[in-house]
Structures are given as C-alpha cells and as structure tokens.
C-alpha cells in the first residue's frame, strides 16, 4: 500500500445553515406574539425598515389570490446572498425624491375610549379588608385580624399559627382566636381556616349542617369520600349507606379553596388565535392572524440617501448590508404566512367531517400526510403548527390537536383518539349512576359500534380525561 500527501477536487452536496436560512426557520415557528416581538427588535436594529399602513381588505384579497394560485418554487442554486445593486434599482422604479421623509410628525390624536381600560380586579385581601372596616372592633383585635387577612393564601388558608401572631402582639391565645373567629366570619365562607377539615366545617355550620356524624365523616374520614368507600364510612359512624351518601353529596358540594375566585387578573393567560377559520358560503375560508405584526415597508428617506451616495463610501455599503437584511426579513414573514396557510389548509380539507359534524368525527394524522399534501418537509409542518392556535366556528384549538393517533375500526377506517374519548365521555354521563360502565363494558359497547378498543387503551383515555374508575362513581341512594 502507497502511502503519501495528494490534492484530489471533489463535488459534493451539503446544506449550509446560512443566517437568512437561520431567521426564516425561527420566523417560521413564532407564533403571533413572538413575531410581533420579533418586528419591534428587527425595526430598533434596522433602520431602513419602518411600519407601513395596513390594508386588511387588500391582505385578504392577496391572500385568497396566492391560495388560488400555484405556488411556484424558487430555483434551489439561486445564492440567498446575492447582491443588488439597490441604488440603480430605485432609480429604475422612478423614486420620487421629494416626498421622503425620516420621521413622521402630526397626525391623528390618540382617542381613548372606555373599552382601552379594564376595572381594578378586587383581590381577596382588600375583598376581607373591607368587611373589616365595617365592624367596631377594638384596636389591638382589629390589628390582629388585619394580620391574619394578609397571612392568608390565594386559597384562603392561614398560613400562620396563632401561637406566632399571639407572640408576636404580645396578647393572649384566646384573644387571637377571637380575632381568628371573627375573620371566619367574612365572606366567602371558609376562608380563614388553617386545614381542609376546618374549612369544611365551617362551611357546614354557616349552613346549618352541624350534627356530629357529618363532622366525624370530615375528621376522620375526607379520604374515604375521595374513594367512595362509603360502606366502610358507615360502618365507622354507625349510619346507613344512604345517609353517609347524602352526607357525602353535601361535603363535594362545598368549596375547597374559597379563595381562588377571589385570584389576581395578572394570573390571566390570553391566547391570541394565530390562524381563524371561518364557514362562509358554504366553503371554509382560512386567515392567517398577522394583524397584531405591523406591516414592514423600505424607509424613503434612505432610499434617498443610497441613490445619492457613492457606491463604495461606507454609507452606501452599510445601507446596501441592511437592505438586503430587511429584504430577507419581509420575505420570511410573507413566505411563513403563505407556509402556515397552506398547512392549515391541508388540515381543514382532511379534518372537514370534524368542522361539520363535532369532535366524534376527528380522524387520525400525522405529520407525513399533511407533508405529502402541502409538498414540504415533515420538519416544516411540525414549525408551522407548534405553538399556534386557530379559532374554528367550534371553538380554539391548537393546531397539534389535529394531529392524533388512533384505532382501527371493525371497517378497515382508523378512529382518533380524542374522538374516542367523546364518545367514552357521553357514555359515562347518560350511565346509570347506581351500575357504572366497567371498563370492559366499555369496550364492548363500543365493540358494538364498531370501534376496536382494548381494556386497557380504556383505563388509560379514562385517566387522560381525570376520570373515576367504575367504584368511585357508584351512587348507593
């Protein structure tokens, strides 16, 4: 064997992750927030680009017009980075050099209406503050049961015990319960209670349900209810099955956490639909949600200043640099938008019985069939539904919720998976409360509907949707 140094040419193909190629995959997968975010970054960094009038009338008719058409792919060897010669092309598109303008002044004054504002949210804390003020106490009880107020949770649990607050005022236990009782007392019921058991209890005597075996049932026995072993329970406290039920009917309907209604709006998540479908003329008509992004246009002003500058002055090249980066960036958002078109699209055409019919009539997809429709990579269609939302005439979906995996039926057809859980979720409301649905009678009955379905692909839907087993929602009266 001749071992040795030589020079050899190869030609080979590769991809080459440029920077352009970088941002158009992250545009790609923002959703409608993240991109406006992204645009209000890009016009800071760029200063050619600024924000245009936006037309939605004249967005929607391009938008319908680009659906109709074919989409005509980019030739694959033409260089992401060519140059442009941009002074020569704004000379050539007979740029006006009078109109320019490099920051706009005047203007409509910003009106203000009552929908722009939203109310004060009451907090739990100035909800019991309140309430307070409204009793002559003496100072040092009404200083104290404003110290418990601000040591309750959102839930509305003391998270203190009273033998610190008596510490700390310097006042006797009993003093400290009373102020303790008297908190109790405030609306909404329970609140002000240092455990489960406390605040159960205090919500039964607030309504008039106070005998010692509904209060033994809540001392002793809190777990059992959860379980539904109800003849152990009355086994326990010596009554019948039929009264601990009524009993436990009466514990589920009290409020556990009587503080949560009272949580911060801060705490509120909005989700903003990034796609709306919408069923108009009998035909469904899909909008991609660019609203919220402004619209991006080339800054006159240095337009101006390119034409008028030397071609190898560091001005010309700088600006030469960020036009064809702002460019690139408005062709991203324009091919994201027509990308996630397409893909929703694709899904409303095979999910259509769904739009038509309700959620038993999703069918099974994946990725690959929405891929092979739409003529991208299956790596595409995952960027352009992660993430992102679509508000349909039966409500917000996320988009991924379309894509599901399944059964096969008796018929050779495949069933999705969220469809069988409606029907399993229509099954247990219409049961007979006194004989439930076992699992394996839930199969077969949908053995007899023709779904294929094993016992065991039951429990596990069943404890997806939180549902009980067939023991834990058995009544007895």
Same mark, same amino acid.
């Given at each position: 064997?001749?071992?040795?140094?030589?020079?050899?040419?190869?030609?080979?193909?590769?991809?080459?992750?440029?920077?352009?190629?970088?941002?158009?995959?992250?545009? #790609?997968?923002?959703?409608?927030?993240?991109?406006?975010? =992204?645009?209000? !970054?890009? @016009?800071?960094? +760029?200063?050619? %680009?600024?924000?245009?009038?936006?037309?939605?009338?004249?967005?929607?008719?391009?938008?319908?017009?680009?659906?109709?058409?074919?989409?005509?792919?980019?030739?694959?060897?033409?260089?992401?980075?060519?140059?442009?010669?941009?002074?020569?092309?704004?000379?050539?598109?007979?740029?006006?050099?009078?109109?320019?303008?490099?920051?706009?002044?005047?203007?409509?004054?910003?009106?203000?209406?009552?929908?722009?504002?939203?109310?004060?949210?009451?907090?739990?804390?100035?909800?019991?503050?309140?309430?307070?003020?409204?009793?002559? #106490?003496?100072?040092?009880?009404?200083?104290?049961?404003? =110290?418990?107020? !601000?040591? @309750?949770?959102? +839930?509305?649990? %003391?998270?203190?015990?009273?033998?610190?607050?008596?510490?700390?005022?310097?006042?006797?236990?009993?003093?400290?319960?009373?102020?303790?009782?008297?908190?109790?007392?405030?609306?909404?019921?329970?609140?002000?209670?240092?455990?489960?058991?406390?605040?159960?209890?205090?919500?039964?005597?607030?309504?008039?349900?106070?005998?010692?075996?509904?209060?033994?049932?809540?001392?002793?026995?809190?777990?059992?209810?959860?379980?539904?072993?109800?003849?152990?329970?009355?086994?326990?406290?010596?009554?019948?099955?039929?009264?601990?039920?009524?009993?436990?009917?009466?514990?589920?309907?009290?409020?556990?956490?009587?503080?949560?209604?009272?949580?911060?709006?801060?705490?509120?998540?909005?989700?903003?639909?990034?796609?709306?479908?919408?069923?108009?003329?009998?035909?469904?008509?899909?909008?991609?949600?660019?609203?919220?992004?402004?619209?991006?246009?080339?800054?006159?002003?240095?337009?101006?200043?390119?034409?008028?500058?030397?071609?190898?002055?560091?001005?010309?090249?700088?600006?030469?640099?960020?036009?064809?980066?702002?460019?690139?960036?408005?062709?991203?958002?324009?091919?994201?938008?027509?990308?996630?078109?397409?893909?929703?699209?694709?899904?409303?055409?095979?999910?259509?019985?769904?739009?038509?019919?309700?959620?038993?009539?999703?069918?099974?997809?994946?990725?690959?069939?929405?891929?092979?429709?739409?003529?991208?990579?299956?790596?595409?269609?995952?960027?352009?539904?992660?993430?992102?939302?679509?508000?349909?005439?039966?409500?917000?979906?996320?988009?991924?919720?379309?894509?599901?995996?399944?059964?096969?039926?008796?018929?050779?057809?495949?069933?999705?998976?969220?469809?069988?859980?409606?029907?399993?979720?229509?099954?247990?409301?219409?049961?007979?409360?006194?004989?439930?649905?076992?699992?394996?009678?839930?199969?077969?009955?949908?053995?007899?509907?023709?779904?294929?379905?094993?016992?065991?692909?039951?429990?596990?839907?069943?404890?997806?949707?939180?549902?009980?087993?067939?023991?834990?929602?058995?009544?007895?009266?």
């Amino acid at each position: 064997m001749k071992l040795g140094y030589e020079l050899t040419i190869e030609q080979t193909q590769k991809l080459v992750m440029t920077p352009e190629l970088i941002q158009a995959i992250q545009i #790609l997968q923002f959703n409608t927030q993240e991109l406006e975010k =992204y645009v209000e !970054e890009q @016009l800071l960094a +760029n200063p050619i %680009l600024e924000k245009g009038e936006r037309d939605e009338a004249a967005d929607y008719g391009k938008a319908e017009k680009e659906a109709a058409e074919p989409k005509v792919e980019e030739p694959a060897d033409e260089p992401a980075d060519r140059e442009i010669d941009w002074a020569e092309h704004f000379r050539d598109s007979e740029y006006d050099d009078i109109s320019y303008q490099q920051w706009r002044s005047g203007g409509e004054k910003n009106e203000y209406s009552y929908e722009q504002f939203v109310s004060a949210d009451v907090t739990l804390t100035d909800h019991l503050l309140f309430q307070l003020n409204l009793l002559e #106490l003496r100072p040092a009880c009404c200083s104290v049961a404003r =110290y418990l107020i !601000e040591a @309750l949770d959102e +839930n509305g649990y %003391l998270t203190v015990s009273v033998d610190e607050v008596a510490r700390l005022f310097n006042l006797p236990l009993d003093r400290v319960e009373h102020a303790l009782k008297i908190v109790q007392g405030f609306e909404p019921v329970g609140v002000g209670a240092r455990d489960l058991a406390e605040c159960l209890r205090i919500q039964m005597r607030t309504y008039g349900i106070d005998t010692p075996q509904a209060f033994q049932v809540i001392d002793q026995h809190l777990e059992d209810i959860a379980d539904n072993r109800l003849g152990a329970i009355a086994r326990a406290v010596g009554l019948t099955v039929r009264e601990v039920q009524e009993i436990s009917d009466i514990i589920r309907s009290l409020e556990p956490k009587p503080g949560r209604q009272y949580s911060s709006c801060g705490e509120n998540r909005y989700i903003v639909p990034d796609v709306t479908v919408d069923w108009v003329d009998d035909e469904f008509i899909i909008t991609v949600n660019d609203s919220t992004a402004p619209r991006l246009t080339l800054s006159p002003y240095y337009q101006k200043l390119l034409i008028e500058a030397d071609k190898e002055s560091n001005i010309s090249k700088f600006l030469t640099g960020r036009l064809n980066s702002a460019m690139w960036l408005i062709k991203s958002i324009e091919q994201r938008r027509q990308t996630i078109h397409n893909v929703v699209k694709a899904v409303v055409h095979y999910q259509e019985e769904f739009f038509e019919k309700g959620q038993k009539f999703l069918k099974p997809l994946t990725l690959k069939q929405i891929a092979d429709e739409v003529g991208v990579h299956e790596s595409t269609v995952s960027r352009s539904v992660n993430g992102k939302y679509m508000q349909t005439p039966r409500g917000l979906f996320e988009i991924k919720y379309f894509f599901t995996s399944g059964v096969a039926a008796f018929d050779g057809s495949g069933i999705a998976s969220e469809s069988i859980k409606t029907i399993m979720r229509e099954l247990i409301e219409a049961e007979d409360p006194r004989e439930p649905y076992s699992d394996q009678a839930l199969v077969n009955i949908m053995a007899k509907q023709g779904i294929s379905i094993s016992r065991r692909t039951i429990a596990k839907y069943r404890d997806e949707m939180h549902l009980p087993a067939s023991s834990k929602r058995r009544r007895f009266d």
